[in-house]
């Protein structure tokens, strides 16, 4: 009875350093997503590092970024030394210098307009109060100039413009064919866990064409896929960024980048693209994208490296509540 009893004893311990061994090896498995997911998500897969909690934003771009407001005249004055992660919780942004100083402002198309900043103001960020940036007034006469169709503007003049063509603008021959390689691209991207969206079709919810190097063409677009539930439709969006050689006829793209994210159709955060750009210092393309979800938005800034990938360089703080 008692050898009996002390086996028994040993064969219960190494089942629990067994547990416990089996337990430890799953947490490991499930580590830190590498963006939050949005609330009352099914899924939120982002497939490529996200910045460190410190802003990367590239200083040769100017000390700040201006997104467009409500009109041509009206823009939000974004400042990127803060991170959601490093703003303190009490903040005054003054934007009143910029007052005189003249905006290049840039289109999805390229470079519209160079215009002086009438006005400018500041906010306060305090506590959990809900936060946005301070605005300014441009010289634009009406929304029906030239400067109409602006995205992002700079103070710094050695930003210059990449020029983005819309699917839209292309030749059904030639938007088919594009929408086609999109969809295959999307398709044969090996992180595709989820089990709600399987076999669903993609749709290009939107796509454009640049050229990041020369002899390159790039290609950046957002693929939807829908589950139609009467009380809670779930989307699930691939944004991706794909080039190919211009070297050979018929080269095929490939991935540079990309993140895929899903859940409720209200509550996800989608990703619109706002700008191509040239900065110096070294010089290459980025993109300037707007991260929308149900109750805030925040900028990012991607950029392509010397080796062709693409990484996030800096996100904004997110506003709103």
Not at 29 to 47: D, G, I, L, M
Not at 126 to 138: I, K, S, Y
């Amino acid at each position: 009875m008692s050898a009996a009893y002390g086996l028994g004893m040993q064969r219960a311990m190494q089942c629990i350093v067994l547990v416990a061994l089996l337990a430890s090896c799953e947490r490991s498995r499930q580590a830190t997503p590498t963006r939050t997911p949005p609330p009352n998500a099914a899924e939120s897969v982002a497939t490529q590092p996200t910045p460190s909690p410190a802003t990367q934003w590239d200083s040769s771009a100017g000390p700040v970024v201006l997104a467009r407001g409500p009109s041509a005249a009206n823009a939000w004055v974004v400042f990127p030394d803060y991170s959601d992660s490093t703003v303190p919780d009490t903040l005054q942004l003054d934007a009143s210098t910029l007052r005189g100083d003249s905006v290049s402002l840039v289109s999805r198309s390229g470079v519209v307009d160079r215009v002086p900043v009438i006005s400018a103001g500041s906010k306060e960020w305090a506590g959990d109060e809900c936060v946005e940036w301070p605005t300014a007034t441009l010289g634009v006469a009406r929304d029906t100039s030239r400067s109409a169709g602006w995205t992002v503007g700079f103070i710094e003049q050695r930003v210059s413009a990449v020029g983005l063509d819309s699917l839209d603008g292309m030749s059904g021959t030639d938007s088919a064919r594009l929408a086609a390689d999109l969809t295959r691209l999307a398709s044969a991207l090996p992180d595709d866990t989820s089990r709600t969206f399987r076999g669903i079709p993609f749709s290009v919810r939107y796509a454009y064409r640049f050229q990041p190097v020369a002899g390159t063409d790039g290609v950046v677009a957002d693929l939807v896929r829908r589950l139609n539930q009467e009380a809670s439709p779930l989307e699930q969006h691939t944004f991706l960024i794909a080039e190919r050689s211009t070297a050979t006829a018929d080269t095929a793209f490939h991935v540079a980048y990309h993140e895929r994210v899903g859940g409720l159709e209200e509550a996800i955060e989608t990703t619109d693209v706002l700008a191509a750009v040239r900065l110096p210092s070294p010089a290459h393309v980025g993109l300037f994208v707007l991260r929308e979800g149900q109750d805030t938005n925040a900028y990012a800034l991607l950029d392509r490296q010397a080796d062709g990938s693409w990484r996030v360089r800096w996100t904004s703080v997110h506003t709103g509540c």
